[in-house]
């Protein structure tokens, strides 16, 4: 059975950091790229990273560009987002995901999900 288990969600001051990490199980880390994702209330789930496990390639979104950062653990079958100078506006749930043959945010090209953990930043 596949599982993406997600932590570190939290409550924390603009500026302030936070490092979310997703737990893998269930099918081969290593062939396949990891995302990050989060949806704010009334808004579409945004991707904001991806790393894949073959090549080590990465994309940032723009919006995230100099603050987060993804990296993955593959002997923990582990993937990690480090969130520094956090904004009220990076307010959301975030997800990790995972998809095979891909590289790239489009949301509807990945195959698993976590359950997603609430991020809160307060001004």
């Known amino acids: 059975e596949v599982q993406l288990v997600e932590s570190g969600g939290g409550l924390v001051q603009a500026g302030g950091s936070l490092r979310l990490s997703c737990a893998a199980s269930?099918?081969?880390?290593?062939?396949?790229?990891m995302g990050w994702f989060r949806q704010a209330p009334g808004k579409e789930r945004e991707g904001i990273l991806c790393?894949?496990?073959?090549?080590?390639?990465?994309y940032y979104a723009d919006s995230v560009k100099g603050r987060f950062t993804i990296s993955t653990d593959n002997a923990k079958n582990t993937v990690y987002l480090q969130m520094n100078s956090l904004k009220p506006e990076d307010t959301a749930v975030y997800y990790c995901?995972?998809?095979?043959?891909?590289?790239?945010?489009?949301?509807?090209?990945?195959?698993?999900w976590g359950q997603g953990t609430q991020v809160t930043v307060s001004s």
């Open positions: 995901a995972a998809v095979r043959g891909y590289s790239g945010t489009y949301y509807p090209r990945y195959d698993y």
């Open positions: 269930g099918f081969t880390f290593a062939t396949y790229a």
């Open positions: 790393i894949n496990n073959i090549d080590g390639s990465t």
